[in-house]
């Protein structure tokens, strides 16, 4: 009797891995045979895993569906093996974009949707593609349309990432019926979510006002009856108070005259006596009504710890010059008087990620900021931007920065830090216009 062969696995440098939408295409280079679970490994997370019982030829081929990615670092060799033995070189995913060819946009949940200081913000819940970064946008009220601040993916412990988001809303996005807004992801056609604000109907508005306005009257009108009869306590209790206040100026009258004769007694001199009384009866009034000077807002500084750094932004971290912050890609800058014109934006900064020098684009509401100047000063750069020559006044609730240079230090230095960093900043600063331009 002949003991069964037992399978022949290929030799890795003999095969060709393809990627291919959906799926890893495996190009046998030789003749063998495989028995067992052939798994696809990302950083030792399993993706694919399919059972094979079958021999093959040279030329022929096996598609290995791959319907998720997780998120890991990048870049990443996906390792093919029948248990621990590899079957084939690894296939290198470079980017983001080797992801979304390989496995699309995957499924894509927005939940948590709240508008706070201005700003909607939410969450992305991403499944299948936990690596790329939804590109989104907003449709105010069917018409405006609005790009969306995606902070990097986060992984959860449950499988796929969730990203937060924000988006700024103005004054002028609520009409007369309220607000809608619809938030979309570019590749789906129809919107993840909708936050509405509704106005109350007028005539229900009417008959809460008429409600209201007879509680008012009945409780006036308690209180009246409530006033008189304290009025009356009042005025006994305050006769009685001054019988008593009458009594004291007397006798503290009294005593005064008592040491005044025996001033003149001892022949000092009264008018000293009289200046000292005036200084301490001066001494004990406070000043009359002082007219305060209200002082034109030229400009204003933000320190790097203000709420006004409001997305983008990582926790404020600290080294021997001070307190400073990195920003994503892209962050969120709320300007503290958005009802005065500005003439110009600052900001202080540290480094920029993977350059010498940073390149950072400003985007204040709907108008582009042009940077004049970035001048290098104590080991800090201070970009300066200022609005489109020619404009109008320029108001606006918050600057969008965007930065043409971010890296991550795990994948450029091979560090534990995963997050995407473009630059770090100390503080920024607003500059207004006095020209007399109001608000808008």
């Not at 809608?180 to 789906?188: A, E, Y």
């Not at 920029?352 to 108008?367: H, K, M, N, S």
């Amino acid at each position: 009797m002949t003991a069964p062969s037992s399978p022949t696995l290929p030799h890795p440098s003999l095969q060709r891995v393809t990627a291919l939408p959906r799926f890893l295409r495996l190009t046998f280079g030789e003749a063998c045979s495989i028995a067992g679970d052939i798994e696809v490994l990302a950083r030792g997370i399993p993706i694919s895993s399919l059972k094979v019982e079958q021999s093959f030829e040279p030329g022929q081929f096996l598609d290995l569906p791959v319907n998720s990615f997780p998120n890991v670092q990048l870049p990443v060799n996906l390792c093919i093996c029948v248990g621990e033995e590899e079957i084939a070189a690894p296939l290198l995913i470079k980017s983001s974009e080797d992801v979304m060819a390989l496995v699309g946009q995957g499924e894509i949940e927005a939940r948590d949707l709240s508008l706070e200081a201005g700003l909607l913000r939410g969450t992305l819940h991403l499944n299948g593609n936990a690596v790329s970064v939804p590109n989104a946008f907003i449709r105010t009220n069917g018409v405006v349309i609005r790009s969306v601040v995606v902070e990097p993916p986060v992984g959860k412990d449950t499988g796929g990432a969730y990203c937060r988001f924000a988006v700024p809303i103005r004054p002028s996005d609520f009409v007369e019926s309220g607000l809608s807004v619809d938030l979309h992801v570019s590749g789906i056609d129809h919107p993840l979510a909708n936050f509405t604000y509704a106005r109350v109907d007028p005539s229900a508005e009417a008959s809460r006002l008429l409600k209201l306005e007879e509680e008012l009257r009945q409780a006036q009108k308690k209180i009246s009856i409530q006033t008189e009869m304290l009025s009356g306590s009042f005025q006994r209790r305050l006769a009685l108070q001054q019988e008593r206040v009458d009594a004291f100026i007397e006798y503290a009258t009294s005593i005064l005259l008592d040491n005044v004769a025996n001033a003149f007694e001892q022949k000092s001199d009264p008018a000293s006596f009289l200046l000292a009384l005036s200084e301490a009866r001066a001494n004990t009034l406070g000043p009359t009504a002082a007219k305060v000077a209200v002082k034109a807002i030229d400009e204003v500084e933000i320190d790097v710890d203000s709420e006004n750094f409001a997305f983008g932004w990582y926790d404020v971290e600290q080294n021997d010059k001070g307190p400073f912050r990195w920003m994503s890609q892209t962050g969120l800058l709320n300007n503290p008087y958005p009802h005065l014109p500005l003439a110009k934006v600052d900001l202080v900064i540290t480094r920029a990620y993977g350059a010498e020098e940073p390149l950072v684009r400003a985007v204040v509401d709907d108008v582009e900021f042009t940077a004049i100047t970035t001048s290098r000063t104590d080991q800090a750069f201070n970009v300066s931007w200022v609005p489109p020559q020619n404009s109008s006044a320029v108001f606006g609730q918050s600057v969008r920065l965007e930065s043409f240079h971010a890296g991550s230090p795990a994948t450029s230095e091979g560090t534990n830090d995963t997050r995407i960093l473009a630059i770090a900043a100390t503080k920024a600063k607003f500059y207004y216009r006095q020209d007399g331009a109001g608000a808008q």
